[in-house]
């Protein structure tokens, strides 16, 4: 009893609080924005892809619009998700390890409509920055671009988990970046596809880091 009274106080009081803490967060920063062309070259509904480390701060900044997000069907996703909810997108629930196959016709059916769709590529548990299966199967399957975006901070804190989850600071310098649409051709060989959206996310969050290097300071 007294554990789900926990549990119920926690998905009800966190969520809100991390939504305030965030925009509080990415005020306080000095964000700026590389690429966004890339969304004016791409005006029908696209695939967004971070990586899992990144994801704090894009949620922040990065929708352009009605969107919906693939998040884990585990209980830190459903923080994530009621997290998520307070800045205006929707959630599709499931992973490649948790009711994957029903999320992935969700996506299918949302890719009829005119929503954005999000997917962290190497979420929830890896390999880190690893392309899997199933952004490469739904840029195949609906033909929607698929937009690479990456954030890079000036300071922060890296946790000890599978991803090495990035927490900016404070006053910190961030740069997002959009990458350009990286597109399946007809007739191409899904794997190939899959190695070109890779290269895509390499150099956007390249890019990224780069550009706060020009300001003289290091990503971390």
Not at 126 to 146: E, F, N, S, W, Y
């Amino acid at each position: 009893m007294g554990n789900r009274v926990a549990d119920h106080l926690l998905l009800t009081a966190a969520p809100p609080l991390a939504a305030v803490f965030i925009r509080g967060l990415s005020l306080s920063m000095r964000i700026e924005e590389v690429g966004r062309e890339h969304l004016l070259d791409c005006p029908q509904s696209a695939i967004f892809s971070c990586w899992h480390d990144q994801l704090l701060l894009i949620l922040a900044r990065a929708p352009r619009g009605p969107s919906k997000a693939l998040i884990s069907a585990s209980r830190d996703g459903e923080l994530i998700a009621r997290t998520i909810a307070h800045f205006g997108m929707g959630v599709i629930r499931g992973s490649s390890s948790r009711g994957g196959g029903r999320a992935f016709r969700e996506l299918l059916r949302e890719a009829r409509t005119d929503v954005d769709l999000g997917i962290t590529p190497d979420g929830p548990r890896g390999p880190r920055h690893c392309i899997k299966d199933g952004v490469v199967q739904l840029a195949a399957m609906t033909g929607r671009p698929v937009i690479p975006l990456a954030f890079a901070c000036s300071r922060g804190h890296r946790f000890a988990s599978w991803d090495r989850f990035l927490l900016p600071y404070p006053l910190a310098r961030g740069v997002l970046a959009y990458g350009p649409a990286v597109v399946f051709e007809t007739g191409e060989d899904v794997a190939q596809f899959g190695l070109r959206l890779k290269k895509g996310m390499e150099e956007i969050n390249a890019a990224a880091r780069r550009r706060l290097e020009d300001y003289g300071v290091p990503a971390v």
